[in-house]
């Protein structure tokens, strides 16, 4: 077994500075690496250009780098509800770059399974087109996207072990399973961090060799963006 | 009278059929649940990652780990499976989902559709919608007739940023349901009250109108 536990978060992000391209995981506030997030808060490094699907809210997820002016770029697919996100893109402090949701996953995924390029359908024809090549198969036109490449891809699961095995839980898989592996060095936070040889290999979603570093999160809020429910 | 939201969606909800997988957007879309038939055999996906996705949950049952792309705490039906981002929409891509409904701000007569941004004013993202727009076969549009300063949201060509290019099939709005033919905007229904001049006179685009139009069955 390669262990790649390591004891906390602030040992999990060794390496992290300014100006680097960091994958986030997480879909809305599902999934979120809390944990990491709140210790890039507490590193104060700067002019980061952020891969995630969402910018989180404005007092929560990537919301809380927003605040302190953390980031300077983000490359997302959805960035409503999160008002100081959209005053800093409108004052033209913070760069933006939207992508297809499927396109930026698939792009997690090309740098994660080692494909440099791939062909999507996915906005042909409209703004995010520009400048892309475009090839036709089966006569219909496809735009030509890049994996990305991150200096660290940084995600959450539900269980993990000290081989760097992970096991998501529900939705909360989305963005965190593509990441794993994608950028130069993968940090994953779990809730419960367990030995090898606690995790049925059957069930694993993602092998250890993908992560670099493993740690147990301290807390976990898990904030639930739209309460919804069914009266009874 | 035209209709109301839940109006817009019991009439899409006719267009659900049995053993279909059916991706259903955010707003009006989402309504459409509520009004498939109970007979029929039918498994709502989430981009996010859920096949068999159920109501609302009970309160004090939400999990913050189990949510719709909108964001919404849902629940899981029997049935149901989870998957990634990437797996999500390499089913859209795939073509295995049947059925993709959706809302639009414009549409144009050639099935082109506009939902994702408002040049200075809105600017959000797509989201999902690029990938479901370009690669679903069967679209459908939920929409109101007209926007909120009276002007035609079914026009010639598309005024805003738009989504994807020759992909809605179908529109249905408070006022009618629509197909895209290669001629433009086929006027198939009326909502119930609503005439075919009121239909007319908020189409901006070309609205080719049968000799006989019936009242929507709801």
Sequence with gaps: ?232 | MALDKNGIAKRIAQEVQNGYYVNLGIGIPTLVANFVRDDLEVEFQSENGILGMGPFPFEGEEDADLINAGKQTITALPGASYFDSSLSFGMIRGKHVDLTILGAMEVAENGDIANWKIPGKMVKGMGGAMDLVASAENIIVAMQHTNRAGESKLLKRCSLPITGVNCVKKIVTDLACIEITKEGFLLLERAPGVSVETIKKATAGTLIVPVDVPEMSL
């Design chain 1, 1 to 232: 077994m390669i262990a790649k536990n390591v004891d906390n978060v602030k040992q999990a992000l060794e390496g992290v500075s300014s100006n680097m391209t960091l994958m986030l995981g997480g879909f809305g506030l599902c999934g979120i690496p809390e944990n990491a997030i709140a210790e890039l808060v507490r590193l104060g490094i700067s002019g980061i250009t952020c891969i995630s699907n969402n910018a989180g809210v404005d007092d929560f997820g990537l919301g809380l780098l927003l605040q302190k002016k953390q980031i300077k770029k983000m490359i997302s697919s959805y960035v409503g509800e999160n008002a100081e996100f959209e005053r800093q893109m409108l004052s033209g402090e913070l760069e933006v770059e939207l992508i297809p949701q499927g396109t930026l996953a698939e792009r997690c995924r090309a740098a994660q399974v080692g494909i440099p390029a791939f062909y999507t359908p996915a906005g042909y024809g409209t703004e995010v087109a520009e400048g892309k090549e475009v090839l036709d198969f089966k006569g219909k036109p496809h735009l030509l996207e890049h994996a990305f490449e991150a200096d660290f891809s940084i995600i959450k699961a539900w269980k993990g072990d000290t081989a760097g095995n992970l096991i998501f839980k529900a939705t909360a898989r989305n963005f965190n399973a593509p990441m794993a592996g994608a950028g130069k060095i993968c940090v994953a936070e779990v809730e419960e961090l367990l030995p090898a040889g606690q995790l049925d290999p059957n069930q694993i979603h993602i092998p250890g060799i993908f992560v670099q570093r493993i740690f147990q999160g301290k807390f976990f809020e898990k904030r639930i963006e739209q309460r919804t429910i069914t009266q009874k």
